[in-house]
C-alpha cells in the first residue's frame, strides 16, 4: 500500500491553480495524502469555499493555508501562513486591499507586453480578467498568450514574454513587507513560514542573517521540503532549521498539469517528495478544522 503522505503546500483556481478546492481535496485522498493545506495566494476564497461535507473528507486532514507575497529587492520572497482563523475580519478586509494593487499590477503588465511585444488583447478578456472574483496572476496572461497564438505552453510565455515584462514593472508589483505578512498571520492566530527560501537568491551566510531578523519578529518556521530542491539544498535548510530553532514544513507547490507540468500533488517533481512527518504539525498546535 502506498504510503500516507503530507503536502502543506498547493493552489487552487482561486489564484494561480487549476482545480477546485474540493476537486484537490478528492485529488488529496486518491493519492493518499493524509495532511494538506491549500495555500492560495494572497486570498482566502479557496479555503472558504470548500463545499465537500465532513463525511466527505473522512480520512484526510485540511489545515488553513495562504501564501502572501513580500516585497523584496533580490528573488522573490512568500511567506506560507498556517492554522489561522479564515474568517478574521482584519485579515479579510487587507487581503481586499492587496487584491486591487495586484489588479493594478496586472494592468500595468498587460500594457507594458503591448509596448514591448505589441501583444494586444481584446477588451472583453482583459475586463473579464480584471473583474474576476479570484485572484488574477501571470499565469492567467500566459493562458492569454496561449489563447492568443503568442505562445504555446505556459513556460514558454513565461520565459518569453512574462519574467522579462515582470521586471520593468516592478513598482507595482505586488506584495505587502515581510513584516505585515508575519503580523496578518500571526494576529489571526497562526504560524508564519518562509516559503522555498531558495527563490530569495541569497547565499547560506545571508539567508541565516535575514532569518534571524524574521524570527526575531515572529517566523515561525521555514519550508525544507519543496519539489525545487535539490537534496544538498535540503540539508541545508534542515540544518538551518535545527540551528535557529524553525519549525519544518514542506510541500510540492501543486498548480495544475498546465501550470507547472513537471510538480505532482504529494511528490513533487520526479517523485522527489516524499513527506511523512513535520516538526510544524507535532511541535505547534495547529487549528485544522476547515
Same mark, same amino acid.
Given at each position: 500500500?502506498?504510503?500516507?503522505?503530507?503536502?502543506?503546500?498547493?493552489?487552487?483556481?482561486?489564484?494561480?491553480?487549476?482545480?477546485?478546492?474540493?476537486?484537490?481535496?478528492?485529488?488529496?485522498?486518491?493519492?493518499? *495524502?493524509?495532511?494538506?493545506?491549500?495555500?492560495?495566494?494572497?486570498?482566502?476564497?479557496?479555503?472558504?469555499?470548500?463545499?465537500?461535507?465532513?463525511?466527505?473528507? %473522512?480520512?484526510?486532514?485540511?489545515?488553513?493555508?495562504?501564501?502572501?507575497?513580500?516585497?523584496?529587492?533580490?528573488?522573490?520572497?512568500?511567506?506560507?501562513?498556517?492554522?489561522?482563523?479564515?474568517?478574521?475580519?482584519?485579515?479579510?478586509?487587507?487581503?481586499?486591499?492587496?487584491?486591487?494593487?495586484?489588479?493594478?499590477?496586472?494592468?500595468?503588465?498587460?500594457?507594458?507586453?503591448?509596448?514591448?511585444?505589441?501583444?494586444?488583447?481584446?477588451?472583453?478578456?482583459?475586463?473579464?480578467?480584471?473583474?474576476?472574483?479570484?485572484?488574477?496572476?501571470?499565469?492567467?496572461?500566459? %493562458?492569454?498568450?496561449?489563447?492568443?497564438?503568442?505562445?504555446?505552453?505556459?513556460?514558454?510565455?513565461?520565459? %518569453?514574454?512574462?519574467?522579462?515584462?515582470?521586471?520593468?514593472?516592478?513598482?507595482?508589483?505586488?506584495?505587502?513587507?515581510?513584516?505585515?505578512?508575519?503580523?496578518?498571520?500571526?494576529?489571526?492566530?497562526?504560524?508564519?513560514?518562509?516559503?522555498?527560501?531558495?527563490?530569495?537568491?541569497?547565499?547560506?551566510?545571508?539567508?541565516?542573517?535575514?532569518?534571524?531578523?524574521?524570527?526575531?519578529?515572529?517566523?515561525?518556521?521555514?519550508?525544507?521540503?519543496?519539489?525545487?530542491?535539490?537534496?544538498? @539544498?535540503?540539508?541545508?535548510?534542515?540544518?538551518?532549521?535545527?540551528?535557529?530553532?524553525?519549525?519544518?514544513?514542506?510541500?510540492?507547490?501543486?498548480?495544475?498539469?498546465? *501550470?507547472?507540468? @513537471?510538480? @505532482?500533488?504529494?511528490?513533487?517533481?520526479?517523485?522527489?517528495?516524499?513527506?511523512?512527518?513535520?516538526? *510544524?504539525?507535532?511541535?505547534?498546535?495547529?487549528?485544522?478544522?476547515?
Amino acid at each position: 500500500m502506498e504510503e500516507s503522505k503530507i503536502d502543506l503546500h498547493m493552489h487552487s483556481n482561486y489564484s494561480d491553480g487549476e482545480y477546485s478546492p474540493d476537486e484537490l481535496i478528492k485529488m488529496a485522498k486518491e493519492k493518499k *495524502i493524509k495532511v494538506m493545506a491549500i495555500t492560495d495566494h494572497d486570498t482566502l476564497l479557496g479555503n472558504q469555499s470548500i463545499t465537500l461535507k465532513k463525511e466527505e473528507r %473522512r480520512g484526510i486532514t485540511i489545515i488553513p493555508g495562504i501564501e502572501l507575497s513580500a516585497k523584496t529587492e533580490k528573488g522573490t520572497m512568500h511567506i506560507l501562513g498556517y492554522g489561522f482563523d479564515i474568517n478574521n475580519q482584519a485579515f479579510n478586509d487587507r487581503l481586499i486591499e492587496i487584491k486591487n494593487k495586484n489588479v493594478y499590477s496586472i494592468a500595468c503588465q498587460i500594457k507594458q507586453l503591448q509596448k514591448d511585444f505589441n501583444i494586444t488583447f481584446s477588451t472583453e478578456d482583459i475586463v473579464n480578467l480584471l473583474n474576476r472574483k479570484s485572484n488574477i496572476g501571470r499565469p492567467d496572461l500566459a %493562458r492569454l498568450c496561449i489563447k492568443y497564438g503568442y505562445a504555446t505552453t505556459v513556460e514558454e510565455a513565461f520565459n %518569453r514574454y512574462l519574467i522579462s515584462n515582470y521586471k520593468k514593472v516592478k513598482g507595482a508589483q505586488k506584495g505587502i513587507s515581510w513584516k505585515e505578512c508575519i503580523d496578518l498571520i500571526r494576529n489571526a492566530s497562526g504560524v508564519a513560514v518562509l516559503a522555498h527560501p531558495k527563490t530569495l537568491e541569497l547565499g547560506e551566510k545571508d539567508l541565516r542573517i535575514l532569518l534571524k531578523e524574521m524570527i526575531w519578529y515572529g517566523l515561525e518556521g521555514i519550508e525544507v521540503y519543496h519539489s525545487g530542491n535539490t537534496k544538498e @539544498e535540503q540539508q541545508t535548510y534542515l540544518e538551518i532549521a535545527k540551528d535557529l530553532h524553525l519549525l519544518v514544513s514542506g510541500g510540492s507547490d501543486y498548480h495544475g498539469p498546465n *501550470i507547472k507540468p @513537471e510538480i @505532482e500533488l504529494g511528490t513533487g517533481k520526479k517523485n522527489n517528495l516524499l513527506i511523512k512527518r513535520l516538526s *510544524i504539525l507535532e511541535e505547534k498546535k495547529i487549528k485544522n478544522d476547515l
